[in-house]
């Protein structure tokens, strides 16, 4: 343990000094209000060069619902853009794609303000292609920033991917054609499988599981400093537990514990959890919201934060272990 820890402690400092290189960000993407844009401190994304806000908007819990008299996501977006989120998190199953769908009315006018990053859950050459093309109408844009391979489970077959008609194939054909600028891959069920994937074919960037539950220590002592040293952008999920946030202070539990739910006896509040993530050698953490309300709350904790020291990781991994 200590040999993994002293290990994962020297690659994130690699880490979190290659972070310190000037992205191209501020030529990328347009603001409507710079000042605004100073509430969320930009972080490279890996090796891509690109800055991101520290805070990304996912595309789940609110954003996956379709809009009603009780229920404006297309505002949630809106309002995440004009207080400096600028990292949109969907996927085309996130509710059959209403998810893409929401994003896809502001992306229509606001475009060039967003990186945009969304998932195929095929693994061959044809079906990518399909769902890429199905994924651009919905978000009614040409073109995603980040296109990532979602959820690489504990069986996944590596193999399959490089064939000819695999997923990789597809992903660097589109890359290509310009259709996307980077390439990545998620999963929270295998931090081993991820470590294979990350060692077999070259990803820029890294979407998985980063919270202080005993469970998800792989993915922070074995597949972080990997994914350091590939110089990846790190994306963290899952901050607050999944699903309705079961880690914070309040929220009920989970009646079983599903691989996406990281439940605990022990619960602490939101700033903690967000503080905990960032502190991390990560570039940005996904958080869903349910409301306006919950969207200000998340952007004015990471806004005024010091992310937390090793002794206070540490403190609150052994708390929720």
Same mark, same amino acid.
């Given at each position: 343990m200590k040999m993994r820890r002293r290990k994962f402690l020297k690659l994130a400092a690699a880490c979190a000094a290659?972070?310190?290189?000037?992205?191209?960000?501020?030529? =990328?993407?347009?603001?409507? $209000? /710079?000042?605004?844009?100073?509430?969320?401190?930009?972080?490279?994304?890996?090796? /891509?060069?690109? %800055?991101?806000?520290?805070?990304?908007?996912?595309?789940?819990?609110?954003?996956?619902?379709?809009?009603? $008299?009780?229920? =404006?996501?297309?505002?949630?977006? %809106? /309002?995440?853009?004009?207080?400096?989120?600028?990292?949109? =998190?969907t996927s085309p199953d996130y509710n059959n794609g209403q998810s893409e769908t929401n994003y896809g009315q502001v992306l229509a006018r606001r475009r060039k303000e967003v990186f945009l990053a969304t998932k195929t859950n095929d693994r061959t050459y044809d079906g990518t292609m399909r769902s890429i093309e199905q994924s651009l109408k919905r978000l009614r844009t040409e073109r995603?920033?980040?296109?990532?391979?979602?959820?690489?489970?504990?069986?996944?077959?590596?193999?399959a991917w490089g064939k000819p008609r695999g997923v990789i194939a597809a992903l660097h054909k589109l890359r290509d054609e310009k259709v996307i600028r980077f390439i990545g891959l998620t999963g929270h069920e295998s931090a081993a499988r991820l470590q294979q994937a990350i060692e077999r074919y070259e990803f820029d960037t890294l979407l998985t599981t980063l919270n202080p539950v005993a469970r998800r220590q792989p993915f922070r002592e074995d597949l972080l400093p990997m994914a350091c040293g590939k110089r990846m952008g790190i994306i963290a999920m899952k901050v607050m537990g999944g699903g309705n946030g079961c880690l914070v202070t309040g929220n009920p539990l989970q009646q079983v514990l599903r691989p996406y739910h990281d439940q605990t006896a022990h619960q602490v509040k939101a700033p903690s959890l967000l503080r905990y993530t960032l502190g991390l050698p990560v570039s940005i953490a996904v958080v869903g919201v349910a409301t306006i309300e919950q969207l200000k709350a998340n952007i %004015?904790?990471?806004?005024?934060?010091?992310?937390?020291?090793?002794? %206070?990781?540490?403190?609150?991994e052994t708390a929720m272990a």
């Open positions: 290659g972070s310190q290189v000037a992205g191209v960000g501020a030529s =990328d993407l347009t603001f409507r $209000d /710079t000042g605004l844009r100073q509430k969320l401190r930009p972080r490279s994304l890996g090796k /891509t060069g690109v %800055e991101v806000s520290s805070l990304a908007l996912g595309g789940v819990i609110g954003m996956q619902l379709p809009p009603s $008299d009780s229920h =404006d996501p297309v505002a949630i977006a %809106e /309002t995440a853009l004009d207080l400096g989120i600028s990292y949109f =998190d995603v920033d980040l296109l990532q391979i979602h959820g690489v489970s504990a069986g996944e077959d590596l193999d %004015e904790i990471v806004r005024s934060m010091n992310p937390m020291t090793l002794a %206070e990781r540490q403190e609150l």
